[in-house]
């Protein structure tokens, strides 16, 4: 009898930690059925899709929102792109997200691509550069912070900085507008009008 | 040339006061001559005079009292000491949940918390056809901000709202010509050969 109890107490235990350690999380199992419908409408083949949706799944595990990795394989299905180049968007965006870094810019980049009618290879280029760009503005807003802009304000100028890089404007630049904001205690809204003069 | 989905999209910003004149003129326009927007403005205006009516209501004073002393006494739920750990401790446990939730997702940053702005575009476009203004705030996606033409010198506006940041966006003309805001101050390389406008909307 005690054995019986103890068994069923086993049992409830590894259901519990079953169910709660299931490797697929909540928003991603939403995430597979939009990526079923995207896969249904595309050219790609089974293998193909498979591809993807294991780069998908390591996208949402480093932190990608699903909108997000869901945006750039529908991209990629409307651009006309390899599965690999929707896989190397995929890995990116992964990367981009385990830096904490923020993605929208970088699949905004994508999607603008599309819509202008692109060529594939150009995409994933011009999307990587503004990577790269998220990247350095990253390293740029540290040495900020250490100079005394506020560390809340990262997510807000992260994409402004590193769109103002992108536009040509000059490290050194940059770090005199953060000087001079910390100096007249100007907002971010202040800073990102002399990031686009 | 406005269509019944755009219309769909416009009529709540109509009955609220927020279309330009010239768009609630092309709107009216479009009404004249479609009877089933014609009907969905006369439905969504009884609703919103169904809500006004309703107006509001006092709770007469008692009221729950008199209610729990009708309910069995079995009914009655937790002990008074439980009900207020339960009134004190939910809202706590609430906002400890959200709280976290936002810390969690790393989603949290004061813009969320700042209202869109709106901001009216316009372009002098008189041979087009259509005219859809795309960006970053809709995917840059012309299906989805159509412009309206305001009068017949071929000027197209279109109102939206927006978020506070930089906002890098262009015109689609007749669904194909990418042009830039010739109106915008700031233009940046899109990274593809052309040029992307930039609004930038405050906090």
Redesign the interface.
């Known amino acids: 009898m005690a054995n019986g109890r103890a068994f069923a107490i086993m049992v409830i235990a590894i259901g519990a930690v079953f169910f709660t350690s299931s490797p697929v999380p909540a928003a991603s199992r939403g995430g597979n059925r939009e990526l079923e419908k995207i896969f249904k409408s595309s050219s790609f083949g089974e293998p193909e899709a498979a591809q993807i949706a294991r780069a998908f799944k390591v996208a949402v595990d480093a932190?990608v929102e699903d909108r997000d990795a869901l945006?750039l394989v529908e991209s990629g299905a409307d651009g006309g792109f390899a599965a690999d180049q929707v896989v190397r968007l995929l890995t990116v965006a992964a990367q981009l997200s385990l830096e904490?870094l923020p993605t929208?810019?970088y699949v905004?980049?994508v999607?603008?691509?599309?819509?202008?009618r692109?060529e594939p290879g150009?995409?994933v280029q011009?999307a990587e550069?503004?990577a790269l760009k998220l990247k350095q503005a990253s390293n740029l807003f540290k040495q900020a912070v250490l100079d005394g802009i506020s560390s809340?304000d990262r997510?807000?100028l992260l994409?402004?900085i590193a769109?103002a890089l992108?536009?040509?404007m000059d490290q050194g630049r940059i770090r005199e507008i953060f000087l001079e904001a910390v100096k007249n205690g100007d907002?971010?809204?202040a800073i990102?009008?002399k990031?686009?003069? | 040339m406005l269509f019944c989905e755009d219309v769909e999209l416009m009529l709540q910003d109509y009955l609220d006061g927020y279309l330009l004149p010239s768009q609630r003129e092309v709107l009216e326009g479009h009404m004249r001559g479609c009877r089933s927007c014609r009907a969905l403005l006369g439905s969504l205006t009884r609703l919103d005079g169904r809500l006004e009516g309703i107006g509001d209501v006092e709770v007469p004073e008692g009221l729950s009292r008199s209610i729990l002393a009708a309910l069995p006494a079995q009914a009655y739920g937790p002990s008074p000491l439980r009900r207020w750990l339960i009134a004190g401790l939910a809202p706590a446990l609430a906002f400890v949940l959200v709280a976290a939730g936002f810390l969690f997702t790393g989603r949290f940053a004061l813009h969320n918390l700042v209202a869109d702005r709106v901001v009216d575009l316009f372009i002098s476009a008189p041979q087009a056809a259509s005219v859809a203004v795309v960006g970053d705030f809709n995917s840059w996606d012309p299906r989805r901000t159509r412009m309206i033409r305001s009068n017949h010198e071929g000027r197209w506006t279109a109102r939206l709202k927006l978020p506070p940041g930089v906002h890098q966006y262009g015109f689609v003309i007749d669904g194909s010509t990418w042009v830039p805001d010739p109106g915008a101050k700031t233009t940046l390389a899109d990274g593809f050969g052309g040029r992307n406008s930039v609004i930038i909307i405050d906090s």
């Open positions: 932190g945006a904490s929208e810019m905004s980049k999607q603008e691509g599309v819509s202008k692109m150009r995409i011009a550069f503004r809340r997510e807000e994409p402004d769109e992108a536009s040509g907002s971010p809204g990102r009008r990031l686009f003069p």
